[in-house]
């Protein structure tokens, strides 16, 4: 059974950061991309970022946050994360790491309906 936990959400000030934090059980971070997702109220859930398995660990960042966000992971921990700096109000959603067999390229990583494993999310909130 996979399962993926983020972690790390909160309240910030704009300018400030988080590091949210995504952990994956039941399966290795070798064959799998890994991306983070945002979801705002009353919105489609939408890409943030993602980054594909070791061999390339090939990044890709949506136009939004591309220069303040940076996706990481520590393959042997399977752990993912995102790094956020100059966070705007505009970035409060509810942020969630997903999982995606194999490779994808920059068009199909964007694609939530690719993702098969969802966790269940983490707020952040940055205040004005």
């Known amino acids: 059974q996979v399962e993926l936990v983020e972690s790390g959400g909160g309240l910030v000030q704009a300018g400030g950061s988080l590091r949210l934090s995504c952990a994956a059980s039941g399966r290795t971070f ?52 995102l ?16 999982e995606l067999d194999g490779y994808c390229t920059r068009i199909s990583c964007r694609d939530r309906r690719l993702y098969t494993r969802w966790g269940q999310g983490t707020q952040v909130t940055v205040s004005s």
Request: hydrophobic share 35%; charged share 20%; proline share 6%.
């Open 30 to 81: 070798s064959v799998v991309t890994m991306g983070w997702f945002r979801q705002f109220p009353g919105k489609e859930r939408e890409f943030v970022a993602s980054v594909t398995p070791p061999k390339f660990n090939t990044t890709y960042y949506a136009d939004a946050v591309k220069g303040r966000f940076t996706i990481s992971k520590e393959n042997a921990k399977n752990i993912m994360y």
């Open 83 to 98: 790094q956020m700096n100059a966070l705007k109000p505009e970035d409060t959603a509810v942020y969630y790491c997903a």
